[in-house]
């Protein structure tokens, strides 16, 4: 990695990596910017970058910040027994029940799990949208582990769903007892899914800004 | 790695037909926060409208108040929930923070009355059970005023009545609240229908004036001629009918009670309106007799140990229960050195019925009528006697009769009487005692007169009769040991 400058890259040598299958090929003979280039093993569309992954990133990150609001302002469940009633329980009421209750660790990891995780996918995400955009040289390589980072949680942070749609689906005696998914809950899973979705449509490769414009950029 | 199979890929044909994705402009991906946005805005949206608005109340302990948890119920409808509890800011109650629902935003107006549901028991009976699982709710009962309001001050007991609650209110005068309390039944034939509601002391006229409420369609029992007695506890009374016991229902008895009945034949009459007022009579023996009228004081003279006889121990005129003792006490009768026993009864003129009416004189004062008619009884034999009414007990009463052998009567008018303190007696018969104590074998007439100079007679007539001898027998029945003695009557 010392020599990073003259190291050839793909699009110099114009490789193409097919994020399906795996397989690398060259490209012959420089053609049109506008030809679609299919990978000759499962035809998936090449490209040195994957179109607009930045915009794609950008739309999933922002709408997973705005739902993020109601998914923490909102019940994600109600649970109801004859000796209470109804009661509605959000992320954060639910884990200051827990402490209160005595159960810091299980507070914890109900917090990193609810609260924490998803804020820092969002925030981790927004750092390396904004570093992308800018095509900044800053930290390349913590900015490439924070991505596979963020890959890798992805869908833990669905937890919270998995817990309320095994409630609901457990807990029915009827007049005695249920439990109930309120709004909250759709709108915590749509944060999780989108960014998911925004981890998925960044593209890495944007982490190592080439020097000049790459062949074919679209 | 680079190359498996092929050993460099082969340059890409141009397919036949290329995929033309044409879209300037920004990507279709950016539907994705719109929709985004869309959603969140409509859930906040959501949940902004359905709240309504926050008041807060003002309550003398949480006790079971519990924030998030605590509803707020409207005729059992769950109207809104507590949001937060906390302390005023001078400790001395706690303030309830309540999000009511935005459908009833508007029972939040100035008459609007919230309370603490919990379990109870009390004289009212048990209530709030459902709560001893659910805990404790906000009981609310809406105003009717049109000017809303944010704060309000909490009831520390659910009120008795709630508006709109169909019904009516009277109000009861008495002496005495016995056990009632606020709560207690008010009871149709044993059977509730309404309850008391609140009391207060009238220190005018030394009076309890007691709110009640009865609930519809009952109130149409209530005419102006109802009768309404405390129907209280259980009532034992020993006297020389023998030993009698009366209950009501069983929650009455723990926590009294209220009856009432329509005299007969009232039954047609109109309802009485809301808030008329009523007496409340001590038992129903006292509610439903037929009004007595004015009571007439008359002083009975003993010569023998009245022991047995007790205060309202009652006073008989042939069998007919007429009155009843009010005072007992001794005398000295310095001139004979005798302790004579000085009786005083009331008795009701107005139950001697047809008689009263036949051999009353004209006049136009009724009272004086009355003591006109008992002083021509004394003068013709009327004598007082204490006998005894159960042997069991050897609780006695006074029997008025006409013993016989009276050797002479004189009844006299009292303008003042030094033994009473509040001695404006106006008429006073006296009777020369007849004493015929046969346990003692005295026979024959004693003649007393005792030295009164206050004291006039009006009228004095010797009682002998001609019934007297069948009447002495039937005395002697009466009372085995108890002297029958004619003592002086006198009324006042």
């Known amino acids: 990695m010392s020599e990073a400058s003259s190291l050839q890259t793909g699009a110099q040598l114009r490789l193409y990596g097919c994020p399906t299958c795996g397989r690398v090929s060259q490209l012959l003979h420089p053609i049109a910017d506008s030809t679609p280039l299919p990978c000759p093993r499962c035809a998936t569309p090449l490209h040195h970058r994957r179109p607009r992954s930045l915009q794609r990133t950008w739309a999933y990150l922002i709408a997973a910040t705005i739902l993020y609001i109601p998914a923490n302002l909102l019940p994600i469940m109600s649970t109801s027994n004859v000796f209470q009633g109804e009661t509605l329980h959000t992320i954060l009421g639910g884990i200051e029940e827990l402490r209160t209750g005595g159960d810091w660790l299980l507070a914890l990891i109900v917090f990193i799990a609810s609260i924490a995780v998803p804020m820092l996918k969002i925030g981790a995400l927004l750092v390396l949208v904004i570093t992308a955009q800018r095509r900044s040289r800053w930290k390349q390589v913590e900015r490439a582990q924070l991505y596979r980072m963020i890959d890798a949680v992805g869908h833990w942070s669905m937890l919270d769903v998995f817990v309320v749609v095994l409630l609901v689906g457990t807990i029915r005696f009827g007049p005695l007892g249920g439990v109930m998914p309120e709004p909250g809950l759709l709108a915590f899973g749509a944060v999780v899914v989108l960014t998911m979705l925004a981890a998925g449509s960044f593209d890495p490769r944007l982490i190592w800004p080439e020097e000049e414009a790459p062949q074919r950029h679209p | 790695m680079s190359d ?49 608005p926050q008041v807060t109340i003002d309550f003398h302990s949480a006790n079971g108040l519990r924030p998030g948890k605590t509803e707020v119920r409207y005729k059992e409808v769950v109207v809104g929930r507590v949001e937060a509890v906390t302390l005023s800011e001078k400790r001395d109650h706690v303030q309830a923070t309540v999000r009511l629902d935005r459908s009833v935003s508007n029972i939040a107006v100035e008459d609007t009355r919230f309370w603490v549901v919990r379990p109870r028991i009390d004289t009212a009976g048990v209530s709030g059970i459902e709560t001893l699982f659910s805990g404790a709710y906000i009981g609310v009962d809406a105003g009717e005023s049109t000017k809303q309001k944010r704060h309000f001050t909490g009831l520390e007991n659910p009120p008795f009545v709630l508006r709109g609650e169909p019904g009516r209110g009277f109000v009861l005068r008495t002496e005495d609240l016995g056990s009632l309390d606020v709560g207690s039944p008010i009871l149709y034939k044993r059977n509730r229908v309404g309850r008391v509601v609140g009391y207060n002391l009238d220190p005018l006229v030394d009076e309890l004036w007691v709110q009640i409420f009865i609930e519809a369609p009952y109130d149409k029992l209530v005419n102006p001629q109802t009768r309404f007695w405390n129907a209280s506890g259980v009532e034992v009374s020993l006297n020389s009918s023998g030993l009698k016991v009366d209950t009501q229902t069983l929650a009455s008895v723990i926590s009294g009670g209220i009856s009432f009945e329509r005299p007969q034949g009232t039954q047609g009459l109109p309802q009485a309106s809301d808030g008329s007022r009523f007496k409340l009579f001590p038992d129903r023996k006292a ?38 003792i009010k005072a007992i006490r001794l005398d000295y009768d310095g001139k004979r050195k005798r302790f004579p026993v000085e009786v005083e009864a009331e008795i009701y003129p107005t139950r001697l019925g047809a008689v009263r009416d036949s051999m009353r004189q004209e006049g136009d004062d009724d009272k004086r009528r009355d003591t006109t008619l008992l002083q021509r009884l004394v003068q013709n034999g009327l004598r007082a006697q204490a006998r005894t009414g159960n042997l069991l007990t050897g609780q006695m009463y006074v029997a008025l009769d006409f013993p016989g052998k009276v050797s002479k009567a004189e009844s006299r008018h009292l303008h003042r009487h030094p033994g009473h303190s509040h001695g404006a007696g106006h008429a006073v018969g006296r009777a020369a005692a007849d004493r015929r104590d046969r346990g003692q074998g005295q026979q024959g007439a004693v003649r007393r007169d005792r030295p009164q100079p206050q004291r006039h007679a009006v009228a004095g007539a010797p009682g002998d009769r001609a019934a007297a001898p069948r009447r002495a027998g039937l005395a002697r029945r009466g009372a085995a040991h108890a002297a029958v003695s004619a003592g002086d009557i006198a009324t006042r």
């Open chain 2, 287 to 324: 509610a439903l007799a037929p009004p007595d009228g004015p009571p007439l004081r008359v002083r009975m003279v003993f010569d023998q140990s009245v022991r047995g006889l007790d205060i309202d121990a009652p006073v008989d005129f042939l069998g007919i229960e007429i009155g009843a």
């Open chain 2, 4 to 52: 498996d199979t092929p050993g460099s890929a082969p340059p890409p044909t141009t397919p036949p037909t290329p995929v033309t994705r044409k879209w300037h402009g920004p990507s279709l991906v950016w539907l994705v926060p719109i929709v985004a946005l869309a959603v969140g805005v409509a859930l906040l949206i959501r949940a902004v409208l359905s709240t309504g």
